[in-house]
């Protein structure tokens, strides 16, 4: 568990529906800076309040990933496709272009699918 004071910098709703939080901390020790980078990439839960949160104030749900490794199965699958358009040597648009495009023809080929049952 990491804890440092910080301030919620920028908030950004995604396509997918997720959200992106942008966090600046306060100056940190180095040890709390290679705590924090360990953490990169992990799947893990987010608290903030605006005073120190002591342990009695935590209601941590028990949690088991549903996916091995780091990666969710949506981010498996775009690392995939960006491997894909890098060795196509497309060079006409830019990755995310490419990723939006892939993603509406497959969400309407599903939806077709749907239509057809």
């Known amino acids: ?27 940190i020790m180095p040890e709390q800076a290679t705590e924090l980078f360990n953490l990169k990439q992990k799947l893990g839960f987010f608290l903030f309040d605006d005073k120190p949160i002591k342990p009695d104030d935590l209601n941590i749900p028990d949690f088991v990933p549903e996916i091995k490794g780091d990666k969710t199965p949506s981010q498996r699958l775009r690392a995939v496709k960006y491997v894909h358009f890098t060795k196509s040597g497309n060079k006409k648009e830019d990755f995310d272009n490419w990723y939006k495009q892939q993603c509406e023809r497959e969400i309407e080929m599903w939806k077709e699918r749907i239509n057809e049952l």
Do not use: L, V, Y
Request: net charge negative; glycine share 4%.
């Open 1 to 27: 568990m990491f804890q440092t004071a910080s301030t919620i910098e920028k908030i950004e709703t995604r396509s997918d529906n997720t959200i992106k939080i942008t966090i600046g901390t306060q100056e």
